[in-house]
């Protein structure tokens, strides 16, 4: 089991440049996050699905798009990017959100000039 | 919707105790623990269920008081190796999503 995993570990971007970044797992998991982590704010949700082809908005969805095509496969679509959306981001699968464990990926470090 | 964790931050000497709540301003379905070490993913200690369902990890344990949609954390006997940010997560009830506070860091110096 390779568990979650997040391609690619950096990336520097510049402002108004559009990126996917890459999250898969393999354990069979029907619930996957997008959580984006930034000094003092803790994990803030960006988006979540609950199956394939479910998708919906977490806590800060504005400038990200998600789909969910397969039950392995959950990227994560920045737009156009923005100074404010340098953080660390990481992928999370689980069976489900309520009472499951949530397995997260090593994260990706996403820098935006 | 974020739960609410206190206190901030703690620092410790190994050996001594610490607490850390969480609360949540709606009715919940379930509260997470995580723990997360400087530059690496957060990494899972236990869940409490509505109802009163636990899951314990080494001596680390925690309280749901469902009334209050309050819990905590207890750390006793801290080990050095219990340095880190731990984060709560909360499901509301009817809801789909994992949300988390925004960390309380602990440091545990020898």
């Known amino acids: 089991n390779a568990g979650v995993t997040q391609t690619p570990k950096f990336q520097v971007l510049k402002t108004g440049q559009s990126m996917t970044l890459q999250c898969a797992q393999d354990?069979?998991?029907?619930?996957m996050s997008w959580y984006r982590q930034d000094p003092g704010m803790g994990l803030r949700l960006i988006h979540y699905?609950?199956?394939?082809?479910?998708?919906d908005q977490g806590e800060v969805p504005n400038g990200y798009n998600v789909s969910r095509s397969t039950t392995e496969d959950f990227p994560l679509r920045l737009l156009s990017a923005a100074p404010s959306q340098t953080s660390v981001y990481f992928c999370?699968?689980?069976?489900?959100?309520?009472?499951?464990?949530?397995?997260f990926g090593p994260g990706t470090r996403l820098t935006v000039t | 919707q974020q739960p609410v964790q206190s206190p901030q931050a703690v620092i410790l000497r190994e050996g001594e105790d610490a607490v850390i709540n969480c609360s949540s301003s709606?009715?919940?379905?379930?509260v997470h623990w995580y723990r997360q070490k400087h530059g690496e993913a957060p990494v899972f200690l236990m869940i409490?269920?509505?109802?009163?369902e636990q899951k314990g990890h080494e001596k680390i344990s925690a309280s749901f008081n469902e009334k209050k949609q309050q819990s905590s954390l207890y750390l006793t006997a801290s080990q050095l190796s219990y340095s880190g940010t731990y984060f709560c997560?909360?499901?509301?009830?009817?809801?789909?999503?994992?949300?988390f506070g925004q960390g309380t860091r602990l440091t545990i110096n020898p």
């Open positions: 999370a699968s689980s069976y489900s959100s309520g009472n499951y464990e949530q397995y």
């Open positions: 354990m069979n998991h029907e619930y």
């Open positions: 699905s609950v199956g394939a082809g479910i998708t």
């Open positions: 709606k009715a919940l379905y379930s």
């Open positions: 409490l269920l509505k109802g009163g």
């Open positions: 997560g909360t499901v509301i009830q009817g809801a789909q999503k994992l949300v």
